[in-house]
């Protein structure tokens, strides 16, 4: 903050002449920002995630070598290209990205299980990330969506989408049952009851703003 002699004034702004009459001002107290500079912190992580991505890939390429070199099966460097890259994954997108918590936490849980599906495939797939990973992953995202909804209660019914994609992804995993994909249905069949009873209780409890978003949603 400045003040001007000539004009009795105090300048908030950072310029070092009195807007008035031109006077030099004179510096009273030392104002601090009003608003947090987040570019040093953003691009600080951005740096991070650089050095990441570079020490990723330098690490895939040792273990490459390492088994071109060796008796070492070719899964090791897969598996842990996989990881590696869902590591960076996690960190352009939960962490530098913008968007959401729920959209977050779908996406990051949506890759996680491709990625244990391609493990499990390049270890001759035994059936381990349908029949479990798959339904967990779900799971998870119902308890994603029940805390966001306590957090966020004044804004809970906008989540009732969701909750129907997760029944749909749920009857898929009953599904892939019926076609022996999924041999062990115990999780999927949780995974199920769970995301119907969350979706029942958040239109039965939720009364009319329940339906009125559904009406909204599919415009009925």
């Given at each position: 903050?400045?003040?001007?002699r000539q004009c009795n004034i105090e300048v908030l702004d950072e310029t070092v002449r009195c807007p008035l009459c031109n006077t030099v001002l004179d510096e ?33 390429i040792i273990l490459i070598n390492i088994c071109m070199l060796s008796e070492v099966q070719s899964l090791v460097y897969i598996i842990s290209g996989l990881v ?137």
């Amino acid at each position: 903050m400045s003040k001007c002699r000539q004009c009795n004034i105090e300048v908030l702004d950072e310029t070092v002449r009195c807007p008035l009459c031109n006077t030099v001002l004179d510096e009273t107290v030392e104002m601090e920002d009003m608003y947090p500079d987040i570019r040093v912190k953003t691009r600080k992580l951005v740096l991070f995630s650089r050095i990441y991505f570079f020490l990723a890939a330098v690490i895939e390429i040792i273990l490459i070598n390492i088994c071109m070199l060796s008796e070492v099966q070719s899964l090791v460097y897969i598996i842990s290209g996989l990881v590696l890259l869902f590591g960076y994954i996690v960190i352009k997108y939960a962490i530098l990205g913008t968007s959401g918590y729920i959209a977050k936490t779908v996406v990051l849980t949506v890759i996680a299980v491709i990625m244990f599906v391609a493990i499990d495939f390049s270890v001759g797939y035994n059936g381990w990330s349908v029949n479990y990973v798959f339904p967990s992953g779900i799971l998870l995202i119902d308890a994603g969506i029940l805390v966001l909804m306590v957090i966020n209660r004044k804004n809970w019914q906008s989540y009732l989408m969701l909750q129907i994609f997760m029944v749909v992804c749920s009857c898929a995993a009953v599904v892939l049952n019926a076609f022996q994909i999924i041999t062990d249905p115990i999780v999927s069949i949780v995974a199920l009851n769970i995301s119907v009873i969350l979706l029942l209780g958040t239109v039965i409890i939720g009364g009319r703003r329940s339906r009125v978003e559904l009406k909204r949603r599919f415009h009925i």
